[in-house]
């Protein structure tokens, strides 16, 4: 195992303390490494995948979560048996999730530009591909200075020193430490002191690497860089990185996981999973470290934001061709306030398409990551949309060109798994595969985390998943009357949609009506997610005597409709605050063949051709 770099935003800032993964990663060396051989990925990728001997173990059910699934398990199984006796044609998807609006009005009152900050501080020195050079600016105002070179040395989780300084160095001075304070001196006796960072060559490293398996064009030979945002949710995210996700889902390709389902409260319940595929409770007792320091927006004259891009930067630019691992994560611009992560959105989106159009990524898999939804402040989790928000990070990748051309199946069930239920227990198993890759084909529905490269079986459940019921966005469904009233109001607004789309066609397409209403159900948040207020860290005890208000139930219709007999299958959405039912077009499928039905409007609209009955076809 070659670790040679524990990634830090800054240092002479401690950034938001993983205190049980920082415990974790001294024992087990598996958190924020930055720079892997071909051989070296996270021992605990390897050491910490145990098989299970039985369904329960596999599962994850430890006493203290059990209580919370044996239920919903005994449900699971009656649905199950029932599916295998009638052993349907078409397979069921179990997990619905709701269908949340990046515009909700609700949430989008707390998105608010916030000031810039302006970093007037002058900088003599300047950190470029791991030297340290004389800025432009300082030469033409001072002529002439001189400026000597403090290293920084961490010695412990709390405490960083200044060793002793190298005197008088020149213009271009190659960096021996990644961190380091520079003071200058001009003749004019004006002081300059600042701190700065960049990433050094390291000798050592470089020998380390020519000892291992040079860099290959495969699945085997790639390499993983993580950017993780504290709190960052996938509907956030597209309010507030929207020149980052254009970048990067159209430029880059990206794919998104659209139901990225976590598994506990906080961060380390999202990042341990990842990269142990354990749960806290399931590991070895660890003590808490470092309080976190107070956030400030300027680091000397830069934003701290855009030093802590600028290493990630400079690891691809001193190693470009080395296989690496990265973790980089940061807390403080959206973990109290989402509306932070606005001021990073340019710098986010300069990163990506600089490594992008410059061939760094050639051999990476960049992943875009939030660890959970905002938390803060309290208003955002006491509606519905943001106790579902705050389950559903945003969580996105995007592979070279030639990993689909080599994989192409590893990527097509990926592209499917972005419907499916997702976890992190899933992103565990899926690094898993860049050590010994264990091919396509679908997963185990009764493996807690199933490789992103296998397709994900349509009927997994939160049960399966290992996902306790406060924590799962699935939605709870139930056959409900075709008779109930809520019902009748739904297929309503079904056929208002339909004629709705045939409408500027009158003289062609029929008017249709309902001529029968075959199946109905409705589908709404769990219960315990609505109830949920908090966890604790030490009973690992739920609270669930919140009290956030439903806002949303969905209705799913199978209906005939006359004349012509179309059937449809639609799902119907009911925003229960405002009292508003609403279709999508594409959550209406037409399930019987249309034959001649639409001849009349083919040459005209074809969109239109599964809701349009031809006037023409009807018998006088």
Not at 2 to 8: E, G, M
Not at 208 to 235: H, N, T, V, W
Not at 595 to 609: S, W
Request: one cysteine or more; a positive charge.
């Amino acid at each position: 195992m070659a670790i040679t770099h524990v990634l830090k935003p800054s240092f002479h800032k401690s950034f938001k303390a993983f205190s049980v993964i920082l415990c974790f990663a001294l024992l087990a060396t598996f958190l924020s490494i930055s720079f892997l051989t071909s051989s070296s990925l996270p021992r605990s990728l390897i050491s910490l995948s145990t098989k299970s001997v039985n369904k329960t173990e596999n599962l994850g059910l430890t006493e203290r979560n059990a209580t919370f699934l044996e239920a919903d398990f005994k449900k699971s199984n009656q649905t199950e048996n029932a599916t295998a006796e009638s052993k349907p044609a078409k397979r069921v998807q179990m997990c619905v999730h709701p269908k949340l609006s990046e515009n909700d009005p609700v949430m989008m009152k707390f998105v608010k530009m916030p000031m810039m900050p302006t970093c007037t501080k002058e900088e003599w020195l300047v950190v470029h591909n791991g030297t340290v050079q004389f800025s432009s600016e300082a030469l033409k105002k001072y002529k002439s200075f001189t400026c000597n070179y403090y290293p920084l040395k961490r010695e412990s989780e709390k405490n960083s020193v200044f060793l002793e300084p190298i005197k008088n160095i020149s213009s271009g001075f190659k960096m021996v430490t990644d961190f380091f304070k520079g003071e200058c001196l001009s003749r004019e006796g004006v002081n300059n002191t600042a701190l700065y960072s960049g990433v050094h060559y390291s000798e050592d490293r470089a020998r380390r690497y020519e000892k291992a398996d040079p860099l290959k064009q495969g699945f085997e030979g790639l390499s993983i860089a993580i950017l993780g945002f504290d709190s960052m949710s996938r509907m956030s995210w597209y309010r507030r990185l929207k020149k980052t996700r254009k970048y990067f889902y159209n430029d880059m390709e990206g794919i998104e996981l659209k139901g990225h389902n976590i598994v506990g409260d906080g961060t380390t319940a999202v990042v341990l999973p990842m990269l142990t595929g354990k749960l806290e409770w399931e590991l070895p007792e660890c003590r808490k470290g470092s309080k976190r320091r107070p956030q400030t927006n300027c680091d000397e004259g830069h934003t701290s934001s855009r030093l802590w891009l600028s290493y990630f930067k400079d690891i691809f630019l001193m190693y470009p061709k080395q296989r690496k691992f990265l973790f980089h994560f940061i807390t403080d611009f959206s973990h109290d306030d989402n509306n932070g992560i606005l001021k990073m959105d340019d710098d986010i989106e300069k990163l990506i398409k600089f490594l992008h159009q410059n061939n760094y990524l050639n051999n990476t898999l960049l992943i875009l990551m939030g660890d959970h939804g905002a938390r803060y402040p309290n208003a955002v989790r006491s509606s519905w949309q943001g106790q579902m928000e705050e389950r559903l990070p945003y969580f996105g990748l995007s592979f070279p060109p030639w990993f689909e051309a080599k994989y192409p199946q590893a990527i097509k069930n990926l592209r499917i798994n972005t419907e499916r239920l997702t976890t992190p227990f899933d992103i565990y198993e899926t690094f898993k595969d860049f050590l010994y890759f264990k091919g396509t084909g679908e997963g185990d529905l009764f493996h807690r985390g199933i490789s992103l490269f296998k397709e994900i079986p349509p009927e997994r459940t939160c049960q399966h998943a290992g996902i306790a019921a406060h924590w799962c966005t699935c939605l709870d469904w139930k056959n409900v009357s075709v008779n109930d009233p809520g019902v009748q109001r739904a297929v309503r607004t079904v056929v208002d949609t339909l004629n709705k789309y045939t409408a500027a066609y009158r003289k062609d397409c029929a008017l249709l009506s309902v001529l029968s209403v075959d199946m109905a159900s409705t589908m709404q948040p769990k219960q315990e997610v609505l109830n949920f207020k908090s966890e604790s860290y030490e009973t690992w005890k739920v609270d669930l005597s919140g009290k956030v208000t439903n806002g949303l139930r969905l209705y799913q219709l199978m209906l005939t409709t006359q004349p012509g007999g179309g059937k449809f299958e639609v799902t119907i959405s009911h925003n229960l605050i405002e009292d508003v039912m609403s279709v999508s077009e594409k959550e209406i499928s037409r399930i019987n063949k249309y034959g001649n039905d639409p001849a009349c409007i083919l040459q005209k609209n074809k969109q239109i051709r599964a809701y349009c009955y031809c006037k023409s076809n009807i018998k006088r």
